[in-house]
Nanobody
Framework: QMQLAESGGGLVQAGGSLTLSCAAS????????MAWFRQVAGKEREFVAA????????YYTDSVKGRFTISRDNDKNTVTLQMSSLKPEDTAVYYC????????????????WGKGTLVTVSS
């Protein structure tokens, strides 16, 4: 059983930066792709970024390209989302998730999910 714990959320002004971290435990971390999703109340959860098991391949939704960076440390079992130039529309609960496979192929059918961390961007 995998456990994922997000941290780093908070309140930030538009244009500011925030770094989210996700600590994983319970099963081999380095075997699987990892991803970040976000959800606004009343809306569907949406994909934000993903990273393959080796860290060499990353994926981003168009709205965050050039502003967000996903990375992972397989020795520390962590995945990080660095967010910069934040906009009010980035406000959401951000979820860390572990894929069923070693690379990300799209969708939201992940094996495990964290409980989420709230990011609020004020205008």
């Amino acid at each position: 059983q995998m456990q994922l714990a997000e941290s780093g959320g908070g309140l930030v002004q538009a244009g500011g930066s925030l770094t989210l971290s996700c600590a994983a435990s319970g099963r081999p971390f380095s075997h699987y792709a990892m991803a970040w999703f976000r959800q606004v109340a009343g809306k569907e959860r949406e994909f934000v970024a993903a990273i393959a098991w080796h860290g060499g391949t990353t994926y981003y939704t168009d709205s965050v390209k050039g502003r967000f960076t996903i990375s992972r440390d397989n020795d520390k079992n962590t995945v990080t989302l660095q967010m910069s130039s934040l906009k009010p529309e980035d406000t959401a609960v951000y979820y860390c998730a572990q894929d069923k496979r070693s690379d990300y192929y799209g969708g939201s059918d992940m094996d495990y999910w964290g409980k989420g961390t709230l990011v609020t961007v004020s205008s």
